[in-house]
């Protein structure tokens, strides 16, 4: 079955300190990867996508992540981590995009 | 920059009632979705809907569920019967063409009392 998965629910780093957070995928073919963030109480924003080609996407607020077909995952990453970026994070999978299936989110929590 | 918008943005509502939920899409796109987030759970897909019909659905999408775009510009899923498990944010997304990304609204918190 198609699924979609965030091990990690809760991750707390430090102001300025490095993230990556990981997705993994099981599907047929190679799907569209993306990562959403969502502000409490808000809606979704797309950070990156991955259609094909480069397995290195950028996105937006400094964000980027890696396609790893071997390992079906697509982990993503921030040099440096802003107290504006506690939210909550979703990896997003879909083949056709008939169906989006998305995980169960991993929340960020930032320290001072 | 275009948006996709939903009205309301949030409705409470009895048991058994009748809801429809609204939203506009950016105006070229052709491909259209409704998911639904459960406070605390992650989001779910439920109906994916282009040239006037549905091309998937989830089996959350029971009889209860049905969507249309009566007037080529709103897109609406309507649910019949409401239910406690009903209460939810729903999103509505759309996109120009399958291979492209899809657009999320801001969402309607739906509260079933």
């Known amino acids: 079955a198609q699924s979609v998965t965030q091990p990690d629910i809760h991750i707390t780093v430090s102001e300025g300190a490095s993230l990556e957070l990981r997705c993994n995928y099981s599907?047929?073919?190679?799907?569209?990867l993306f990562w959403y963030v969502q502000s409490p109480g808000q809606g979704l924003q797309l950070l990156l996508k991955?259609?094909?080609?480069?397995?290195l996407v950028q996105g937006i607020k400094g964000f980027e992540a890696e396609f790893k077909r071997s390992q079906s995952s697509f982990n993503l990453r921030k040099p440096s981590v802003h107290w504006s970026d506690a939210a909550e994070y979703f990896c997003?999978?879909?083949?056709?995009?008939?169906?989006?299936?998305f995980g169960a989110g991993t929340r960020l929590t930032v320290k001072p | 920059e275009p948006e996709v918008t939903q009205t309301p943005s949030h409705q409470v509502t009895q048991m058994g009632q009748e809801v429809i939920l609204r939203c506009v899409p950016i105006?070229?796109?052709?491909?259209f979705y409704w998911y639904r987030q459960i406070l605390g759970q992650k989001v779910e897909f439920l109906v994916s809907f282009y040239n006037n019909e549905i091309s998937e659905k989830s089996e959350i999408f029971d009889d209860q569920f049905s969507v249309e775009r009566p007037d080529g510009s709103n897109f609406t899923l309507k649910i019949r019967s409401t239910k406690l498990e009903d209460s939810a944010m729903y999103f509505c997304?759309?996109?120009?063409?399958?291979?492209?990304?899809?657009?999320f609204g801001p969402g309607t918190r739906l509260t079933v009392l």
């Open positions: 599907y047929g073919a190679t799907p569209y």
């Open positions: 105006s070229n796109h052709l491909y």
């Open positions: 997003a999978v879909t083949y056709n995009n008939n169906d989006m299936r």
């Open positions: 991955y259609f094909s080609g480069d397995t």
């Open positions: 997304a759309t996109t120009l063409r399958q291979d492209n990304e899809q657009f």
